[in-house]
């Protein structure tokens, strides 16, 4: 895993374009402390930043060059059945001077063309030039595990793994986009093609760019609404037992995220299979959090005899570290287990380079049942409105669905939503609010992607987490622990893996406990009977019901243990509260200090969960804009 940059178009002047390559270059270091590169030519500017995985040897170094077919590549990324690829290129008389899976995407894109992309297993994310037709790519890979942005200069077009890289070419404007920002604040993502910056954007997932000297044009090459076929595998359990054995490393140990929950247990008992190294399974222990799984995975580390170590983590939320982070990301920190996951990667640094985790699950398996059950929502709300409003209405607002009769996007939207339009109206100034005043631009993006998704409510939910809410939790997860220069992979993202999943019906992964649980459930507030009367990721609990301990089987799923309530009250979010209240706060040319503080001293008086992550966006987004500032 590596960080790449560079600029594809006319340079005119070499000294200059090698100048500015340095700059975007020098912003990606952490995410390649190995080796760096740079080739710079008439036609394109290309620089690397190396972790080294696959074949350490200098000769592997990027940009990768093959004047032989006139190809120049630098690429971000593992291609995990590359040894198979090139062992059929071998027989096609191609010739390998290195053993890297680099040089194997090289040969590849020569033999079969951009279509080569197709036949890859893998995180990816690369350019390409060929010298001999003048035409580039952009490729990302399908799920969108890795990072790819870019931005149009002048005669040309600039990407980078992070748009921090990109904003050091001259002349891409650091301006925010008001949507993206909105985007950051409602969802804690920015979805689709927009960035939190007006001029870059992000290639979409299993999506290529081609660019020619005349124009620019996107090809979505994989498609999770259409998947491709997942292979001949007999069992989902075959399937996982496959990947992860393709995530390994054939002589060097990996480690492993061990929370004590079902998808980290699940990697740990499959590492326990078919690795032939001696795993190391790490689990963070969150200093005065809620509660502490580490007895957990204690408990399942020591029933598959895998090494395991416990890293406490003090600073969770502490300001030094969050600012540290979103320096090295160039990002606000959305998800408040983001620092957490930093400190705990880089204690698995000291020891590795490689980190399996189990991010993907919830996503692909329905782990989330208070938005999963969303057509369970439409059914209760049709009953409900049916109803004379002297019963209907009191029912409604007891089980938490809107007084209004609202659509299904609506319903959707109220479960996803982390700050609604009508209180950023009331916190936002009045430039800012005529920005945003209807969100049209966001909603009708998400109304399109979401509509976009199947046939049926269920479809439609399933398909938006996997195809926008899973690629950016896989871009925290990358960049998050790239920051602390370790390489995480994502087993359960193994597109063979999702098309499986996908094919099988909704109920099997998301059941009723028993015969009576749907009823018990109709006029009960969701988050009372989520994974109470329901059972989420039903397949996987079935699948290792006789491989794990009973406790990680049938216990129901929880959060990241910090109960951002307490934190927005306690002292804690004190030295964040200070940059927003006290300080000259960069946030004021989007939000009303006053009005902010109105709102804080009311909703500080009950402070609930939803409270606390508003105000971790809030904060996050100030440190975020201070940090541009400088």
Not at 272 to 293: A, I, M, N, W
Not at 315 to 326: E, P
Not at 436 to 451: K, P, Q
Not at 466 to 476: D, N, Q, S, T, Y
Request: proline share 5%.
């Amino acid at each position: 895993m590596c960080g790449i940059c560079g600029f594809i178009g006319r340079i005119t002047d070499k000294s200059v374009a090698e100048r500015n390559l340095a700059r975007c270059a020098q912003t990606l270091a952490h995410r390649g402390p190995d080796a760096s590169g740079s080739c710079v030519t008439p036609s394109y500017a290309f620089a690397h930043q190396r972790l080294a995985i696959i074949d350490p040897d200098p000769r592997s170094n990027q940009p990768f060059l093959d004047e032989e077919l006139g190809l120049a590549i630098t690429y971000n990324g593992e291609i995990y059945n590359y040894r198979d690829l090139r062992r059929d290129l071998l027989r096609r008389g191609y010739q390998f001077r290195t053993e890297s899976d680099t040089e194997v995407l090289c040969k590849a894109f020569a033999c079969w063309g951009i279509d080569s992309v197709k036949r890859l297993r893998g995180m990816f994310a690369f350019a390409i030039h060929d010298q001999k037709t003048g035409t580039a790519f952009l490729v990302r890979d399908r799920l969108g595990i890795k990072p790819l942005y870019y931005a149009c200069a002048d005669n040309g077009v600039v990407f980078a793994s992070q748009p921090s890289a990109i904003l050091q070419w001259p002349r891409v404007r650091s301006q925010l986009d008001s949507v993206g920002l909105s985007s950051f604040l409602s969802y804690r993502a920015v979805f689709g093609e927009r960035t939190l910056f007006a001029d870059i954007r992000k290639l979409q997932p299993g999506t290529w760019l081609k660019i020619t000297t005349q124009w620019h044009e996107h090809t979505r090459w994989w498609d999770p609404a259409r998947p491709d076929d997942s292979g001949d595998f007999s069992s989902l359990e075959t399937l996982i037992g496959s990947a992860v054995s393709e995530h390994l490393l054939p002589h060097t140990p990996v480690a492993a995220l061990l929370s004590g929950g079902l998808d980290s247990s699940i990697l740990a008992f499959e590492l326990s299979r078919h690795s032939s190294q001696k795993p190391t399974c790490f689990t963070g222990v969150v200093c005065d959090g809620l509660y502490d799984e580490s007895h957990y995975a204690v408990e399942v580390a020591k029933s598959l005899k895998l090494a395991h170590v416990l890293v406490r983590l003090p600073g969770a939320t502490s300001l030094d570290v969050v600012k540290r982070l979103t320096a090295l990301r160039g990002h606000p920190i959305g998800m408040h287990n983001e620092a957490a996951m930093y400190l705990l990667a880089l204690a698995v640094g000291q020891s590795h380079k490689v980190l399996l985790t189990g991010e993907g699950a919830d996503e692909i398996f329905l782990g989330y049942s208070r938005i999963f059950r969303l057509s369970f929502d439409v059914g209760r709300q049709a009953l409900l409105t049916a109803l004379p409003d002297v019963i209907g209405r009191p029912a409604r607002r007891h089980i938490g669905l809107p007084k209004f009769k609202a659509s299904e996007f609506e319903l959707f939207l109220a479960r996803y939503t982390y700050f609604p339009q009508v209180e950023k109206l009331e916190l936002g100034t009045s430039a800012w609010r005529k920005d945003i005043v209807h969100d049209a631009e966001l909603i009708d993006w998400m109304n399109s992607a979401y509509h976009s998704g199947g046939a049926t409510p269920s479809e439609r939910v399933r398909q938006f987490f996997v195809r926008h809410h899973l690629p950016a939790l896989l871009e925290m997860v990358d960049n998050t622990t790239m920051a602390a220069g370790v390489e995480s992979r994502v087993p359960f993202t193994d597109h063979r893996i999702v098309a499986m999943a996908l094919r099988m019906p909704f109920s099997e992964h998301l059941r009723w406990r028993h015969a009576f649980a749907r009823f018990q459930a109709a006029f009960a507030p969701i988050e009372k009977f989520s994974e109470t009367l329901d059972v989420s990721k039903a397949a996987l609990r079935t699948l290792y019901s006789n491989r794990l301990p009973a406790s990680v089987i049938t216990r129901k799923k929880l959060g990241f243990p910090l109960p951002l309530g307490k934190w927005a009250t306690d002292q804690s979010s004190a030295p964040f509260r200070e940059l927003i209240f006290k300080d000259s706060p960069a946030i004021a040319d989007y939000l009303d200090v006053d009005a902010l503080r109105r709102w804080y001293a009311r909703r500080s008086q009950a402070a609930s969960d939803t409270f606390g992550k508003q105000l971790w966006l809030i904060c996050n987004l100030e440190l975020f804009l201070r940090e541009l500032s400088s």
